[in-house]
DNA sequence: CCAAAAGTGTTGACTGTACACCCATGT
DNA sequence: ACATGGGTGTACAGTCAACACTTTTGG
């Protein structure tokens, strides 16, 4: 480590932590992984790890996903910094949460000697996790939301080709509610988040659906109240 | 310092820095100081500072806002973590961004031999600012005006009691847009965010103005769009 | 009586919500 | 023929946006 002028203050050490929704058999879930080291070592975390020199949080939490998961190219944005010094027995350690959403048929985690069993549990039902990693999971089903409500975000939960609903089954899902059929897909089109391809799919003995694609790639505001 | 097991690791530098808004003469303004030391001495720079042991990074930004500009007990949020490793020349340096509000009439800046010249700077006028504050800024103003379109967050700009106008321009000053007094008063009664008091003010040569207080002392999402 | 800011209502367009039936397909 | 999910319209309530005049005070 170069000796450099801020050397002298002391420092906490940074992670980067991730939480990773994703949606299957209609139910929100999260990853873990387990953890290979004290504390805590067998427990089940958020995947995280040590930030390197020249790396920034992203990057690392980028790295780790696919250390520990063999997951890459996801959608990630910054969530919130963790740093109650108490949140970890060895001391200050401070946690640069993220938040990253998959679409769960778009990939397969690996379970691998390198990797620290990944999986994909139900929000409601991970049980104890290690450090404060169950307020950082509440702290990022709350971003979801919000961002659910004023975003495309859910484009991120989808395969590139959906049908209506699929995108409502996302939505429901989230928000732990039914929603009407009709309503939904009113709003949906008023928006303008969508367009229709020429595709149908037919799954099974229904009639077959069209296949829908997100008009922008990245994330709009919905609206503005003023 | 104790030798803990995280000692072993590369450890970035970590700084809390905060933007404190306020409205003065229908300007919305930004604190900033006058750096005291290398990197960028004398250039202007948001109030920051490292965090030391055992304090967190909200925290460190009280103590620094007290310190540097003589300024306690105001709203704050944290804003968002920057960790690129080159916004600081002397290295990984990274950066826990607060977001504070305050009514400039309920406090008054220190200038002494301890603070470093804190002032409120009009947004679009604050010149060349030391490291990447200027983006720190923008984001902070971004989330300024996320949280005035959806909570009721305008009162840590505002005095107790206030008059409707006082409240619209808050809103006009923050969003550069001038509101429909009518419109802009049933929205707000709607919400239900603030109650008449019995009192009125004068003030010159004009009616006296009913003064109001907000309902409710701590934040609120106005609606959810699903 | 004048200047200045305070305060107040109506209308038309748009959005939200509640609600029920027919359609296209596979079995 | 039936079961399954796909797809559609209408009516009422609430919200948004545009717009102008009267009130109360001090000077």
Excluded: C, W
């Excluded at 949460?97 to 397969?108: M, P």
Aim: glycine share 6%; aromatic share 10%; no cysteine.
């Amino acid at each position: 480590m170069p000796k450099t002028s801020t050397q002298k203050f002391y420092k906490p050490s940074i992670t980067a932590d991730v939480v990773v929704f994703t949606i299957e058999d209609s139910l929100l879930k999260v990853l873990t992984v387990k953890r290979a080291d004290e504390p805590f070592k067998g427990t089940r975390a958020l995947p995280g790890g040590f930030i390197l020199p020249g790396s920034d949080s992203m990057g690392t939490a980028r790295r780790i996903l696919k250390e520990k998961a063999g997951l890459e190219g996801i959608y990630m944005e910054q969530l919130y910094t963790f740093d109650d010094p108490k949140r970890d027995p060895r001391g200050s350690v401070v946690s640069v949460a993220h938040f990253a959403l998959v679409h769960r048929d778009a990939i397969s985690l690996e379970t691998s000697s390198h990797t620290q069993d990944p999986t994909f549990t139900p929000l409601k039902h991970t049980g104890t996790l290690a450090f404060d990693h169950k307020k950082i999971i509440e702290y990022a089903y709350e971003r979801l939301r919000g961002r659910l409500e004023y975003t495309n975000i859910a484009q991120s939960l989808l395969p590139k080709e959906f049908t209506f609903s699929e995108l409502q089954n996302v939505y429901e899902t989230i928000f732990s509610k039914k929603l009407d059929k009709r309503n939904f897909r009113k709003k949906i089109e008023r928006l303008g988040l969508i367009k229709a391809t020429k595709k149908k799919i037919k799954r099974g003995r229904q009639r077959p659906a069209l296949l829908y694609t997100f008009a922008s790639g990245k994330a709009e505001s919905f609206k503005n109240p003023f």
